[in-house]
Nanobody, 121 residues
């Protein structure tokens, strides 16, 4: 099994900062990429940022210049530093990882349980 355990999040005022982290554990042969998605009430789950193990990143336009994603490949851990937060950033943030469990396994997608981020105006 593969587990993604998120930490961080919480409540902050607009303009503030928060950091999220997510560690993948369990039966892992390799990780191809990790990322963060978010889902606000009544809306679909959208990508926030994603990073491959070689450091290639991509961000949603709405967070460019404010959020920074990074990865520790040795720890299978992804981080999201969120600065200049806005009320519209309020959502449940989900960690995501593309993991191969064994040498012969196909790459599969795994999700964390989600962590709430609330930005008050």
């Amino acid at each position: 099994q593969v587990q993604l355990v998120e930490s961080g999040g919480g409540r902050v005022q607009a303009g503030g900062s928060l950091g999220l982290s997510c560690a993948a554990s369990g039966t892992i042969f390799s990780v191809n990429a990790m990322g963060w998605y978010r889902q606000a009430p009544g809306k679909q789950r959208d990508i926030v940022a994603r990073i491959t193990t070689d450091g290639t990143t991509n961000y949603a336009d709405s967070v460019k210049g404010r959020f920074t994603i990074s990865i520790d490949n040795a720890k299978h851990t992804v981080y999201l530093q969120m600065n200049s937060l806005k009320p519209e950033d309020t959502a449940v943030y989900y960690c995501n990882a593309d993991v191969r469990k064994t040498y012969l396994s196909i790459m599969r997608e795994y999700w964390g349980q989600g962590t709430q981020v609330t930005v008050s105006s």
